[in-house]
Nanobody, 119 residues
Framework: QVHLMQSGGGLVQTGGSLRLSCTAT?????????MGWYRQAPGKERELVAG???????NYGDFVKGRFTISRDNAKNTVYLQMNSLKPEDTAVYYC????????????WGQGTQVTVSS
């Protein structure tokens, strides 16, 4: 069993920055492979923000357009999302997601954190 604990988020003005963190923990030995961030705005479907593999290969949603950066610390089983130049349309609940082949635990979600960008 893998547990994801998120931190960060909050309220920021347009053009501001926020950093999200997500740490994977377990009572078992884990080997987190892909980690990612998704978001869901009211009335909309959950969408991919960014993903990163264990070797650092990254992908981003089209709407990111160079504003966000995903990174990870494998030793800490932690993934980060640095969000710059935030826009009101970035307002959503952001969720961390991870796969762990060692425990055969896939598609685990964090608790979600609210990001609100005021205009």
């Amino acid at each position: 069993q893998v547990h994801l604990m998120q931190s960060g988020g909050g309220l920021v003005q347009t053009g501001g920055s926020l950093r999200l963190s997500c740490t994977a923990t377990s009572g078992d030995i884990i080997c987190i492979s892909t980690m990612g961030w998704y978001r869901q705005a009211p009335g909309k479907e959950r969408e991919l923000v960014a993903g990163i593999t264990s070797i650092g290969t990254k992908n981003y949603g089209d709407f990111v357009k160079g504003r966000f950066t995903i990174s990870r610390d494998n030793a800490k089983n932690t993934v980060y999302l640095q969000m710059n130049s935030l826009k009101p349309e970035d307002t959503a609940v952001y969720y961390c997601n991870a796969d762990d082949p060692c425990t055969s635990t896939y598609n685990t979600w964090g608790q979600g954190t609210q990001v609100t960008v005021s205009s």
